[in-house]
Nanobody, 118 residues
C-alpha cells in the first residue's frame, strides 16, 4: 500500500529550527506536486508550502522568509526546513503528494507534531 512516511517533528524553543522529511514508499511517486500542510488545535488545515513538478514554490504569508520547501525526485522525498520558529507554528504537519493528470492520486502522510515553546 502507498505510504508517505514523515519524520523530523519534535519540540523546540522559539527561534529554533526543525527539518521535516516525507518519503513516498512507491517508486512511481515521482512526477507530482508536493506540499506541506498544518493543522493547529481548533483550526482548519492550511497550506504551508508547496512545490510543483516544475519547481515552482508557494508559501503561506505567515512562513515566508522562514520556511523552505525542497524536493528530491530520485528519493521521492520532500523536505520542509523551518527556521526562526514561533509558538504560532505549533501544529501537526502533514505532507502531501498530488498528481492531477492520469494516473491521478492524492496521498497524505500520517502527520508529525511540531511544538514551539516560548
Amino acid at each position: 500500500q502507498v505510504q508517505l512516511v514523515e519524520s523530523g517533528g519534535g519540540s523546540v524553543q522559539a527561534g529554533g529550527s526543525l527539518r521535516l522529511s516525507c518519503a513516498g514508499s512507491e517508486t512511481y511517486l515521482t512526477i507530482n506536486d508536493r506540499g506541506w500542510y498544518r493543522q493547529a488545535p481548533g483550526k482548519q488545515r492550511e497550506l504551508v508550502a508547496a512545490v510543483t513538478v516544475g519547481g515552482t514554490t508557494n508559501y503561506a504569508d505567515s512562513v515566508k522568509g522562514r520556511f523552505t520547501i525542497s524536493r528530491d525526485n530520485v528519493k521521492n522525498t520532500v523536505f520542509l526546513q523551518m527556521d526562526s520558529l514561533k509558538p504560532e507554528d505549533t501544529a501537526v504537519y502533514y505532507c502531501n503528494f498530488r498528481r492531477d493528470a492520469p494516473p491521478r492520486y492524492d496521498y497524505w502522510g500520517q502527520g508529525t507534531q511540531v511544538t514551539v515553546s516560548s
